[in-house]
DNA sequence: CGAAAGTTTTGGACTGACCAAATTGGGGAG
DNA sequence: CTCCCCAATTTGGTCAGTCCAAAACTTTCG
């Protein structure tokens, strides 16, 4: 105990902001640090206003900001979980607001078109610069992809991994997060309507123009490869967003 | 409007979750809706509270969540103001741990590094899509940027418009929003280190590069202008950042 | 040794109160 | 009549204390 952990009065350089702010900095830090570690639950509050020297209300706002933030997963009734953060944690941040955006086709629309433009560069970088590891992986890719022709579950998680090979080709984690963010944001509108086999043979088709391509180091012929593809996909995907 | 909902009473049946959600789904609701207008003040709390039969800590606590995720601006002591949600509004959510990841390692440079992945993409297209009207712009920004190759302050300025104009080419509203998120990301660091007129004119001599290459409707010069300018940028700005 | 019952802890929510800053309303000076 | 300044009021931020039900932790018992 012994309150006196810190003298709130002496010390007013600064325009003090929010309280909270000050407790959220602190925990952030002690996030990064190593302090308070990776995957373990955070201290109790009523632990935490007294090595802050704070009431609740306050330490509770600053967990709920470190939640917004994404530094804590805080579950309804259970002890939030600390989360060091990474580019995923910062894509997950944005989707509750993109989820919003979604249910407009302007905006479902707008994002598919900015998925489409990052690929064509991927694809075009993996035509000229895709190495040898890179090119067995989307064959491995390719192959799954076709194995599961029959099964349009199992191939949907073939074509998203096949996608998602191209990512991993640039080898900045950026990109692995943004192929996730694409995947989950237009899961639910791209798995309700998904299906046959004739569809599925299509699709592997296109990936196999587009490995062909990459293979034979034609950026253009990837590009356009990988363009039509999804084009094909879109029209089938983009009618099932909300009309205005 | 005539979703009354209910009144919420007394009921303990139901796995009520967090009590600030329905809140906040409501409130939320109201700001799509257009019932709370966009860049207007929010209720007062205690209005707030009668409002939605609610203690003020929850409404507190739902205004806190709307405003972790941009749909309210929050300054510390001041009235929430109400803001629909764009694609900006999503990056600006990012915002702060993006900041944190900046601070460290290779953060910096992986989000570099998507920039000129970005920026590839859109030399290419602009090199063989550009409107007139694009092309007249870029031009314009091209002008300005070298009259002010003098003011350094000015040249980053019309330096980053040129950039910019690129960026608005594809006509998603997603780009210009990453645009902005680029430069005001990494503008910190950029702006500690610039300077010379010396500098600035080999700047300019790059955009005269890529724009050249754009009129003359060559992707491949334009993009490997693009690629040489960001490098030599970043092969000043790229050790601003700590080290490991 | 493991499962059930019991006890303590903890997060969610509410009330009432206080303070300082922001907003508002009303004069009084120009 | 307009504009500015100062009180009166509102409002956001913070605190302390309380209640409750669900988790988490103990202990007991089969």
Redesign the pocket.
């Known amino acids: 105990m012994t309150k006196a952990s810190r003298p709130k009065a002496t010390e007013n350089t600064a325009p003090d902001g ?3 702010d000050a407790i959220v900095e602190r925990i952030q830090e002690q996030i990064l640090s190593g302090a308070l570690l990776h995957n373990t639950p ?6 935490l206003m007294e090595r802050f020297s ?5 330490v ?2 600053a ?1 709920a900001t470190l939640a917004g933030r994404g530094l804590l997963e ?1 579950k ?5 979980i600390i989360r060091k953060p990474g580019f995923d944690t910062a894509l997950n941040t944005v989707g509750s607001i993109v989820q919003l955006m979604l249910q407009h086709q302007q905006g479902a629309e707008s994002l598919f078109l900015s998925r489409v433009f990052v690929e064509r560069g991927l694809v075009r970088d993996a035509a000229t610069s895709a190495t040898r590891e890179n090119i067995a992986e989307l064959k491995e890719a390719l192959a799954a992809n076709e194995a599961a022709i029959m099964d349009s579950d199992a191939f949907y998680d073939t074509d998203m991994d096949f996608h998602g090979v191209l990512y991993t080709i640039p080898e900045n984690p950026i990109f692995p997060t943004l192929h996730s963010a694409y995947t989950t944001w237009l899961a639910p509108h791209w798995r309700r309507m998904k299906g046959s086999p004739e569809f599925n043979r299509k699709s592997y088709a296109s990936h196999l123009a587009i490995y062909t391509a990459i293979l034979e180091r034609d950026p253009d012929a990837a590009e356009e490869a990988l363009v039509t593809h999804l084009n094909v996909s879109w029209s089938s995907v983009g009618p099932t967003f909300a009309p205005e």
Request: no cysteine.
């Open positions: 929010r309280a909270s955070l201290p109790s509050e009523r632990d704070a009431s609740r209300t306050v509770r706002e967990v805080a309804p009734r259970y002890r939030p």
